[in-house]
């Protein structure tokens, strides 16, 4: 079974563009949760999806937002982009909702700022 | 959320025993304790979790205090792959907080010497 793939796996953008990032599950997932890994800060949770609805959010301004379709396949999205967004996106999916599902990461977009 | 206390880092032979301890002095009698690391260049990986007792899986096995206030992650023979950092995570089971959300602190870096 293939895993959680992130494209692109690398990204630069330059202050005030915006950008779109995009996770595939595992298949058969239905719960898919993005994270930010910084050196600074470590690894925080941005969101989490649940059969399209946005079931839980992370303590992030509104430019982060994402979605998730009827594939399970997920997007997130920045806007008008900060130095400070420089960091590591992980997405991860679960096959229900609980918090007893094991999460399953992929292996990020790496996204720098200039 | 509960909090959850690890050292920032351990050191460890390659082919002897890694005890990696976490203190959770907070813990809520629903909350299960979940080990994830994230290995170099990689997104985290599920361990092993447990609720009250001990458990082993293939890749580890979790001793559970008696008070549950503390736990240890066992790698009974450390090799190289398992140089990565180990994070101690509580996860709420109550049925009214269902979410695949992590919570990671800044976990244990584990070096494994040859």
């Known amino acids: 079974k293939a895993g959680v793939t992130q494209t692109p796996r690398y990204l630069i953008k330059t202050r005030g563009q915006q950008v779109t990032l995009s996770c595939s599950p595992i298949s058969g997932h239905r719960s898919v949760s993005w994270y930010q890994q910084t050196p600074g800060q470590g690894l925080q949770f941005l969101f989490e999806?649940?059969?399209?609805?946005?079931?839980n959010k992370g303590n992030f301004p509104g430019r982060f937002s994402g979605r998730q379709f009827s594939n399970s396949r997920s997007e997130m999205n920045v806007s008008t982009l900060e130095l400070g967004d420089s960091a590591l996106y992980l997405c991860?999916?679960?096959?229900?909702?609980?918090?007893?599902?094991?999460?399953?990461f992929g292996p990020g977009t790496r996204l720098t700022v200039l | 959320d509960a909090k959850t206390t690890q050292p920032n880092s351990m050191e460890s032979n390659e082919e002897e025993p890694v005890h990696l301890p976490c203190n959770h002095s907070?813990?809520?009698?629903?909350?299960?304790i979940h080990w994830y690391r994230q290995l170099p260049s990689q997104g985290p990986e599920y361990v092993i979790h447990g609720l009250t007792s001990n458990v082993n899986n293939r890749m580890a096995s979790l001793a559970i205090a008696e008070d549950r206030k503390s736990s240890t992650l066992i790698l009974h023979r450390a090799t190289l792959r398992d140089a990565a950092v180990y994070y101690c995570i509580l996860r709420d089971l109550d049925g009214s907080s269902n979410t695949g959300k992590l919570i990671f602190g800044q976990g244990t870096t584990l070096q494994v010497k040859p």
């Open positions: 907070t813990i809520s009698g629903t909350d299960y």
């Open positions: 999806y649940f059969s399209e609805t946005q079931r």
């Open positions: 991860a999916s679960s096959w229900g909702q609980s918090s007893y599902n094991e999460q399953f």
